[in-house]
């Protein structure tokens, strides 16, 4: 890698890490010169505009998290795709949870209403692989006969989403225990019901 990748590859971290506090909102070049150890115009020659350095951080985050979520859930080698759902459920909470504010992706909604905004295309983009990835585990496991033939695997992964979200709610109201208890009761719950 290069001088200007190596720069470039800082810049998307410490813009990265601001937003994972702040929300993608906060991010301006004159903030994340300061944060880099930059000038304003070398990090603007990176990226020329607002938009495209919170794109670049929005591919940084899908990067990251498929990098922290998705791959060590297949690099575990699980015995069997219900073992693998719980090990994405682990590390996606993980995922959020190691954020000093909350998870930037659920922020950015909050942020971004309109659906031609490019950021919002973005994060629509990376919620729906996500949620088409999660979806084709579930169907692995129906055709595998770990889940009933009959789940609807959209509502699945609707209900899977709807634990995630419910915990995230909690844990920022100080109703969810720093062992997630009611997340996995949820998780445990969920995936009894879709055994055979």
Same mark, same amino acid.
């Given at each position: 890698m290069g001088k200007r990748e190596l %720069?470039? #590859? @800082?810049?998307?971290? %410490?813009?990265?890490?601001?937003?994972?506090?702040? =929300?993608?909102?906060?991010? %301006?070049i004159g903030q994340l010169a300061k944060a880099s150890g930059m000038s304003k &115009?070398?990090?603007?020659?990176?990226?020329?505009?607002? #938009?495209?350095?919170q794109l670049a951080v929005l591919e940084y985050a899908g990067e990251q998290f498929v990098a922290r979520v998705i791959q060590p859930a297949r690099q575990a080698t699980p015995?069997?795709?219900e073992q693998k759902i $719980?090990?994405?459920?682990?590390? +996606?909470?993980?995922w959020n949870n190691s954020f000093q504010g909350s998870c930037m992706f659920l922020d950015a909604w909050k942020d971004k209403q309109e659906t031609h905004d490019v950021i919002q295309q973005g994060l629509i983009g990376l919620t729906r692989r996500w949620l088409d990835y999660l979806q084709r585990q579930i169907e692995k496991a129906i055709v595998r006969g770990e889940f &009933?033939?009959?789940?609807?695997? +959209?509502?699945?992964?609707?209900?899977?989403? =709807?634990v995630y979200?419910?915990? @995230?709610?909690? $844990?920022?109201?100080?109703? #969810?225990? =720093?062992? @997630?208890?009611?997340?996995w009761l949820g998780i445990d719950e969920l995936l009894a019901s879709w055994r055979k």
């Open positions: %720069t470039r #590859e @800082h810049i998307l971290k %410490t813009a990265f890490d601001i937003a994972s506090v702040d =929300g993608f909102d906060s991010l %301006t &115009s070398g990090l603007f020659s990176h990226f020329n505009a607002k #938009e495209n350095l015995e069997s795709i $719980r090990l994405l459920c682990q590390y +996606w909470l993980a &009933s033939p009959d789940l609807d695997s +959209w509502q699945c992964v609707y209900r899977l989403y =709807g979200l419910s915990s @995230h709610l909690f $844990r920022s109201l100080d109703l #969810e225990c =720093g062992e @997630h208890r009611r997340f």
